[in-house]
């Protein structure tokens, strides 16, 4: 029936609106909408020093702006201050070990950790306060903070909260302190809760505490000559900028515990994640030796390669030209040798991308020899002449950061070098783990899973048959070609093995007929036959891989044996390709992250052993499913006993993980 009552505008529901548009992602319009002010409360509020911080709502509030409800240092209400004596320092560790628990944070001179000086150290107990303390190196009252200071970092009883604490454990190492005892890390729990955002501290104050933080440029400018260091800031600039870091870091502990049960991923945070920090810590804080001469030496025969590549090619060419440029190459391939029609790019010249030019080297060998100098020239620019240039002089080692909170599957990632992009199966890539040595008196270990992700496949699908080939030992790829070829084992030839091998790690990538077909050279039948023989004698791997898309299609994520989850938004897409792509995930980020989550538990369990013993070895690097120790001679035999237990041992799976331990002079000779 007809009543006018139902056109008229009412108050709505804002929580459900709010809820959606959190939901979408639509924050900033949330924010306008709603203009809801956080952190009001109508009680007085103090802080340890009985400081009224704010007395009413109304001091948060601006009437006509639309950002209003977006706050900032200048509308929250906060007490930050500077401790400068004795006094008040003692007051406030005593409060701190009443509570078990404070949030910390640094300042320094650099983000390179290792190189870091101590700027400030910040500390908050509770939200709307923090406390900065000014570190001068040989000022009286800095050193004896810092000492005192000291039983809190390295307590066993006392929860330490940062946000990227293992960035402050390196520079608090850099003057002799260890963060020990129990951790949270924001950044760390942000990431096993939803893997896909951002995870600093900027970006998730704006998101979920509706706040904006002082940017750094604001402090100390823009990157370029004229930007100040830390140390130069004034310090009642800085106080606000680092006492918010910590203020805000607590509110974002208390916002975003409750979700590590919700969503289930506790266990991945305190059992994988937040452990690692220490191992990391000591990782990075030692480093790893190069062989400069090595790498200058290796230079020149990477340029003397080039050089003769770039005569050859301009002799296919019939004229000089310049290489790197797209624009004048594309010129001599499409129009002068015309070797096909050329795809343009949106600025009408040609497309000389790297899959373009694979696609003519077959045709002619020009493209060949360009992805090869194109090859060798970014080898010599990314490692053999960048190398040295990180190495840090008073180490004289270069200092890798390893990250934890960027992958989606789990699997660390490194940068100043990035260690995972180093060629491995290449001679140029063979030359450049050459250089990598250990420091006299030492030796390197390598130690390395082998086929670590299909001995978890074989563990996750509980398949009879691939299970038996692991627990007997067999060749896997071996005992694959001789089931799907139906000959006996021994009968095997190496195009069938090699077939099988790629069939092996295809399948925990949902490769299709098509993808196999175009990498093994045969037709689509022979490939699609290839694949229904294969799940026809580990018909567990087929169905744990279609329980594994229905799983993901029900729950919108899949998850490894730690329970870290990664989300996909896309399995029940109307879209086909995107749909695809996130069924494969499903497929492989049980296995892949698994593996992940495997090797971390190994590097924990190694580092605490070698902690119990006192051992003087080192673990150095962690490169794809590899760990690389700088192994005292003396240890070595009861390094290598250990190292390969703690690896195969890490998880409880079905199937035996296996380790190759090897040991040189380099780490070429000890992979």
Not at 403 to 429: F, K
Not at 537 to 550: G, L, Q, T, W
């Amino acid at each position: 029936a007809w009543d006018e009552d139902h056109l008229k505008l009412g108050g709505g529901n804002l929580q459900g609106a709010a809820d959606l548009m959190e939901a979408l992602e639509f924050r900033r319009t949330k924010t306008r909408l709603l203009n809801t002010v956080l952190f009001g409360a109508h009680k007085v509020q103090k802080d340890l020093f009985d400081n009224v911080v704010a007395s009413s709502p109304s001091d948060l509030v601006i009437e006509d702006e639309l950002e209003a409800s977006v706050l900032n240092v200048k509308t929250r209400p906060h007490h930050y201050s500077q401790i400068s004596d004795e006094a008040s320092l003692d007051k406030l560790i005593a409060v701190i070990k009443a509570k078990k628990s404070f949030c910390f944070d640094t300042e320094t001179t650099s983000l390179k950790a290792r190189q870091a000086e101590l700027v400030a150290i910040t500390l908050s107990v509770e939200p709307g306060s923090a406390y900065l303390i000014h570190y001068v190196q040989g000022n009286s009252f800095s050193e004896m903070a810092l000492e005192k200071l000291r039983p809190l970092m390295e307590s066993l009883e006392i929860e330490k909260i940062g946000q990227n604490l293992k960035y402050d454990s390196l520079v608090l190492k850099n003057y002799g302190i260890t963060i020990a005892g129990p951790v949270f890390d924001t950044m760390l729990a942000h990431y096993v809760i939803n893997p896909d955002r951002k995870h600093n501290m900027d970006a998730m104050a704006l998101a979920h505490l509706n706040y904006h933080t002082i940017s750094i440029a604001e402090l100390i400018g823009k990157k370029g000559k004229n930007q100040l260091s830390m140390r130069d800031v004034p310090i009642e600039k800085l106080i606000d900028y680092a006492c918010e870091d910590a203020d805000i870091t607590l509110e974002l502990k208390e916002y975003l515990e409750p979700f590590l049960d919700r969503y289930e991923v506790r266990k991945v945070l305190e059992k994988v994640e937040q452990p690692l920090i220490e191992v990391l810590t000591k990782m990075e804080h030692w480093g790893i030796q190069i062989d400069k001469e090595h790498l200058a030496q290796y230079s020149k025969e990477l340029e003397t390669e080039m050089a003769r590549i770039e005569k050859e090619i301009y002799v296919m060419a019939g004229e000089e030209f310049n290489i790197n440029s797209p624009r004048q190459l594309g010129l001599i391939i499409y129009d002068k040798l015309s070797l096909a029609k050329g795809k343009k790019t949106k600025t009408g010249q040609y497309s000389t991308r790297e899959e373009e030019l694979e696609k003519l080297a077959g045709k002619h060998d020009l493209p060949a020899y360009v992805l090869r100098y194109r090859k060798l020239g970014k080898l010599k620019s990314t490692y053999v002449d960048a190398l040295p240039n990180l190495v840090y002089d008073v180490t004289n080692r270069i200092h890798s950061t390893f990250s934890q909170a960027v992958t989606a599957t789990g699997r660390l990632s490194s940068q100043d070098p990035n260690m995972q992009n180093i060629p491995i199966r290449t001679l140029e890539g063979r030359e450049i783990r050459k250089a990598f040595i250990p420091e006299k008196g030492f030796t390197l270990l390598a130690a390395d899973y082998s086929q670590v992700e299909l001995r978890i496949m074989a563990s996750l699908s509980h398949d009879p048959g691939m299970m038996e080939a692991f627990q007997e030992e067999q060749d896997i790829h071996r005992a694959t070609a001789s089931k799907v070829f139906g000959v006996p084992f021994d009968e095997v030839d190496g195009d069938m093995r090699s077939k099988a091998k790629m069939v092996n790690f295809g399948i925990i990538y949902g490769i299709s007929a098509f993808g196999l077909a175009q990498r093994l050279g045969i037709r689509r039948s022979e490939a699609a036959g290839i694949i229904d023989a294969y799940f026809s004698k580990y018909p567990k791997v087929k169905e744990y891989m279609d329980s594994s898309i229905d799983e993901a299609r029900s729950k919108g994520y899949a998850t490894t044996i730690m329970g870290r989850r990664r989300y996909l938004p896309d399995i029940n897409s109307a879209n086909n390709t995107l749909k695809s792509f996130a069924e494969r995930n499903a497929i492989n980020t049980p296995v892949q992250g698994s593996a992940a989550d495997l090797i971390k538990l190994a590097m924990i369990d190694i580092h605490k052993e070698m902690g119990s013993r006192n051992m003087n070895s080192r673990m150095l690097l962690q490169v794809h499913d590899e760990l690389v120790f700088e192994a005292a001679i003396e240890e070595l035999e009861d390094l290598k006993v250990l190292v390969k237990d703690k690896m195969e041992n890490a998880y409880p799976f079905n199937v035996p993980m296996a380790v190759e331990v090897g040991t040189g002079s380099n780490w070429l000779e000890a992979h």
